[in-house]
């Protein structure tokens, strides 16, 4: 996934800064290199930097006093590796065009080889390169037609912002399967195509998003949208505001920690208006068609990619085991090329933190091909995700800027708590008292902040366990779930290798690889499989493998004396435990990365979102 910025119309600042401005609000789509291009009486210019925007920034100011059209990048390698010649834009031969691209050209290799054979030089591995020459190649003076051309020969998915010397008033702008937006600043005049509305400066604007296979071409007064087969379209602007509520990290010395830290406020106000106590019901506040959907649901599958995967895991545990409807989650890259097994009495949950996953948007499209209802729960307003779903409810966790999710994650949780004890509710005509639901729910943000106080003691077991190079988590039921998130919480800021199996199939494999230089963290909250796991942990250790154990208050260790570990001594309903272990479990793999000095909130190889397949 990449991002993309353009800018044109009355320009009236400088145009390098704001598209750097832009860029960095895109940082969490790709930050392996950036690039820039710009028109003007001099021809195209191109600036490109591996690294993150600020690289590109630096090599600037000999540009800044610019005003004039320009694109700009942020990327996420998928083709070619992390070197500036990889970076967007990229250039036809002649250097006539310059163009950015967020995709993936799936018959890239077949239309590369066909150029080459005609004499076509390229400079980079990207699969981006192969579209700037093809408008070279197919070039008529017209950049419509041009357009139609070129993307009727592509394959795949791209949003395309494109310059040529050619036209120096003109911005062109297509795509197909991937967001882009067109939004025009009545106010200045000045006219910006992004990847999405988080590039966008505080204002109000008019905002069009680009449907697939259309074309724009963007002038100072004037914009001209057409289909595919070139007939013109009216592009229906919606207004809206922008409040850029800048990111700060405050005392903070990551995002990642004032996210973790910002959990109670996001389970409060995920909560918040979404039941009511007296009444003891569940106000979701849905269409009255989903209390239809509720009644006559057999089975409901939870999509989701990573951390959003995992919410769904536990959900659907605890949707099968207390409502009793037969629940499943599935990977979305996965459940996308599977036949699914599903038909209009199917809910589809999707889970997705940003909204633009691609992965999971791919999913829910499968699952409407075969007429699935579906709900998405998303913490992004106005996301992709929204568009392609029957119902969305929002999580209130507040932007999440760290590449590694955590406040979205328990605030996701504490949303499909909600939607699994509304379904409830409808079916049963009302939610039973015993165990009081409401109340447990309405405790989770003390339960946090008492969690959150004990940060010291947590990072005390973090500088103890630093020197593990292999960490192997285990658990059973929910603490299988919530030791998979954990395992990629570790994973992903600290770069160990983690794995991550429910504690029962130990034996069956993976014991292989314990010894005294691997640790095993287990999650010993379920308590109706704590003898079971403890057992687990006793074969660990009669291989001299070391335990980190986190167990509750009701439960006792003689049996095991671990090594190290740590007691969650809150009171807490058991399908509610993952989000205890989980923020634990989070602190602990942000001091594991403290120490070994990795970058936190933008680890290598990730992004933000992850919006190509
Ligand atoms: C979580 O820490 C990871 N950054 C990643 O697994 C993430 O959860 C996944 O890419 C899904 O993102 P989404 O929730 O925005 O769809």
């Known amino acids: 996934m990449c991002g993309i910025f353009g800018i044109c119309g009355t320009i009236s600042k400088s145009s390098v800064n704001q598209c750097i401005e832009g860029l960095k609000k895109l940082e969490y789509r790709g930050y392996d290199s950036s690039g820039i291009a710009l028109l003007d009486e001099g021809g195209i210019q191109v600036v490109r930097s591996t690294g993150k925007v600020e690289a590109l920034e630096k090599k600037l100011n000999h540009l800044k006093d610019k005003k004039t059209i320009s694109i700009a990048h942020t990327r996420w390698a998928t083709h070619g590796g992390v070197v500036e010649i990889n970076a967007h834009p990229h250039l036809d031969e002649e250097g006539s065009l310059a163009l950015v691209h967020n995709g993936i050209i799936e018959n890239f290799y077949e239309i ?7 004499g076509v030089r390229f400079s980079s591995q990207t699969d981006t390169e192969v579209i700037a020459h093809l408008f070279g190649k197919l070039y008529t003076n017209d950049l419509l037609t041009t357009t139609s051309s070129v993307i009727q020969q592509l394959e795949g998915a791209f949003a395309i912002a494109c310059i040529h010397k050619n036209h120096p008033d003109t911005l062109l702008v297509t795509t197909r399967d991937k967001p882009l937006i067109i939004a025009v600043e009545p ?29 724009a071409l963007i002038e100072q007064n004037k914009i001209r949208l057409f289909n595919k087969d070139l007939i013109p379209l009216n592009p229906n602007f919606e207004p809206v505001k922008i409040e850029n509520t800048p990111h700060f990290k405050g005392e903070f010395a990551h995002f990642m920690l004032k996210e973790i830290y910002e959990q109670p406020s996001a389970i409060r106000r995920t909560l918040e208006g979404r039941y009511d106590i007296e009444l003891n019901r569940i106000l979701l506040n849905l269409p009255k068609s989903f209390d239809e959907v509720s ?34 989650a599935e990977i979305a890259s996965e459940f996308r090329y599977s036949e699914p097994l599903i038909n209009p009495d199917t809910l ?44 969305y409810l929002l999580t209130q966790a507040g932007p999440e800027i760290s590449v590694c999710s955590t406040k979205a994650f328990t605030s996701q949780l504490t949303l499909l708590y909600l939607v699994t004890l509304y379904i409830y509710q409808i079916r049963n005509q009302g939610l039973s008292s015993h165990p009081n639901w409401l109340k447990a729910l309405r405790m989770l943000p003390a339960q946090v902040e008492s969690v959150l106080q004990k940060k010291g003691e947590i990072q005390g077991l973090a500088k103890k366990t630093v020197n593990f190079e292999k960490v192997l988590f285990i658990g059973r039921q929910y603490m299988y779930y919530t030791a998979l998130e954990s395992s990629l919480k570790l ?6 290798f983690t794995l991550c199996y429910p504690a029962g199939e130990l034996k069956h494999g993976p014991l292989a690889l ?8 287990a999650l010993l909250g379920h308590q109706p499989t704590f003898a079971k796991t403890c057992s687990n942990i006793q074969e660990v250790q009669a291989r001299k493998g ?14 095991i004396q671990p090594e190290y570990s740590f007691l969650i001594d809150q009171e807490i309903l058991e399908p509610f435990k993952p989000i205890l272990y989980a923020v634990v479990l989070q602190l602990y793999a942000y001091y594991i990365a403290l120490e070994k000095e990795t970058d936190i909130d933008y680890p290598k190889n990730l992004a933000k979102s992850v919006t190509v397949e």
Not at 112 to 118: G, I, P, V
Not at 314 to 323: G, K, Q, R, S, W
């Open 112 to 118: 590369k080889e066909r150029l080459q054979s005609e």
């Open 187 to 215: 106010q200045s005049g000045q006219i910006l195509v992004a990847s999405d509305l988080n590039a966008l400066y505080e204002g109000e604007f008019e905002i069009f998003y680009l449907q697939d296979n259309q074309i």
């Open 295 to 328: 009644k006559k649901v057999q089975k409901v599958i939870f999509l989701g990619c990573g951390t959003s995967y995992h919410a769904g895991c536990i959900t659907a545990h605890f949707l099968e085991e207390f409502v009793k409807i037969e629940a499943q």
């Open 348 to 391: 589809v949950i999707a889970i997705s933190q940003s909204g633009e996953t691609a992965d999971t948007i791919g999913a829910i499209r499968e699952a409407k091909n075969h007429r699935a209802k579906i709900l998405s729960i998303t913490n992004v307003a106005n996301s992709s995700i929204i568009r392609e779903s029957d119902y």
């Open 491 to 496: 994973k992903e800021i600290s770069y160990l």
């Open 514 to 521: 314990i010894d005294e230089k691997t640790l095993t963290i």
């Open 546 to 559: 070391p335990v980190l154990a986190l167990y509750n208050k009701s439960q006792h260790l003689e049996q």
